[in-house]
T-cell receptor, first 115, second 112 residues
Framework: GAVVSQHPSRVICKSGTSVKIECRSL??????MFWYRQFPKKSLMLMAT?????????EQGVEKDKFLINHASLTLSTLTVTSAHPEDSSFYIC???????????FGQGTRLTVV | DAKTTQPPSMDCAEGRAANLPCNHS???????VYWYRQIHSQGPQYIIH???NNETNEMASLIITEDRKSSTLILPHATLRDTAVYYC?????????????FGQGTILTVHP
C-alpha cells in the first residue's frame, strides 16, 4: 500500500485564490520531504525541500512567497499555492525518504487546474 | 549528480523482456544508479538501484557495465501494466534519497 499520501488528488480553483496540498507519510516519520512539479509531457522538477521544524529550502527560480511550504509535524508537509494563476496549473508531487531505506517514496500527485 | 542519457521511447511485446539502456559516462565513484518509473498521472515508483554489481529484485534486474558508464534495466516478462516512463537517475551516496534529478526518461510501451 501507499506509504506517502497526497490530498487532494485533483483540484480546480479560480485564478487569484490559494490552494493547499497535503503530503503525509503514513507509517513512518519524515523530517524531510520534497516537492516536485511536473508540466504536461515534461519531467519532474524539484521545487523545494521541506524541513520539519525549520524553513523550507527552495530551488533556484521557485518563488518562496508564492509556494508556501509548512512542515508542521514529522508526518505532514503542506504546499500552498498562493494567488494561483493559470500558469500554475501543473501536477504537484511530494516525496519522502523512509528512515534508513535506500529509496524515496512518492505521493500519488495532485493535479492542479487554475481557471 | 551525473547526467544520464536515455532513448526517448521504446516498444516491447507483452511477455517479452524489456531492456532499457541508460548512459551515465560521467558517473563518479560514489554515485549510485537508480531506476524509477512513472505510470501516467501517478507519482514515480522506485524499481531498483545499484553501485557496481548487478542487482535483481522482484520487479527487475539492473546490469551495470564494468566501467560503470552505462547500465540496463531489464523487465524479464513485460506486461501491459509496465507501460510507463522509466527514469534512470544517478545519485551520490550520502545525499538525501528524496532529492532526485529527473531527466526525460524513456517511454516504454508494452504491446499485446
Amino acid at each position: 500500500g501507499a506509504v506517502v499520501s497526497q490530498h487532494p488528488s485533483r483540484v480546480i480553483c479560480k485564478s487569484g485564490t490559494s490552494v493547499k496540498i497535503e503530503c503525509r507519510s503514513l507509517d513512518f516519520q519524515a523530517t524531510t520531504m520534497f516537492w516536485y512539479r511536473q508540466f504536461p509531457k515534461k519531467s519532474l522538477m524539484l521545487m523545494a525541500t521541506s524541513n520539519e521544524g525549520s524553513k523550507a529550502t527552495y530551488e533556484q527560480g521557485v518563488e518562496k512567497d508564492k509556494f508556501l511550504i509548512n512542515h508542521a509535524s514529522l508526518t505532514l508537509s503542506t504546499l500552498t499555492v498562493t494567488s494561483a494563476h493559470p500558469e500554475d496549473s501543473s501536477f504537484y508531487i511530494c516525496s519522502a525518504p523512509r528512515g534508513t531505506g535506500v529509496s524515496a517514496f512518492f505521493g500519488q500527485g495532485t493535479r492542479l487546474t487554475v481557471v | 549528480d551525473a547526467k544520464t542519457t536515455q532513448p526517448p521511447s521504446m516498444d516491447c511485446a507483452e511477455g517479452r523482456a524489456a531492456n532499457l539502456p541508460c548512459n551515465h559516462s560521467t558517473i563518479s565513484g560514489n554515485e549510485y544508479v537508480y531506476w524509477y518509473r512513472q505510470i501516467h498521472s501517478q507519482g514515480p515508483q522506485y524499481i531498483i538501484h545499484g553501485l557496481k554489481n548487478n542487482e535483481t529484485n522482484e520487479m527487475a534486474s539492473l546490469i551495470i557495465t564494468e566501467d560503470r558508464k552505462s547500465s540496463t534495466l531489464i523487465l524479464p516478462h513485460a506486461t501491459l501494466r509496465d507501460t510507463a516512463v522509466y527514469y534512470c537517475i544517478v545519485r551520490a551516496g550520502g545525499t538525501s534519497y528524496g532529492k532526485l534529478t529527473f531527466g526525460q526518461g524513456t517511454i516504454l510501451t508494452v504491446h499485446p
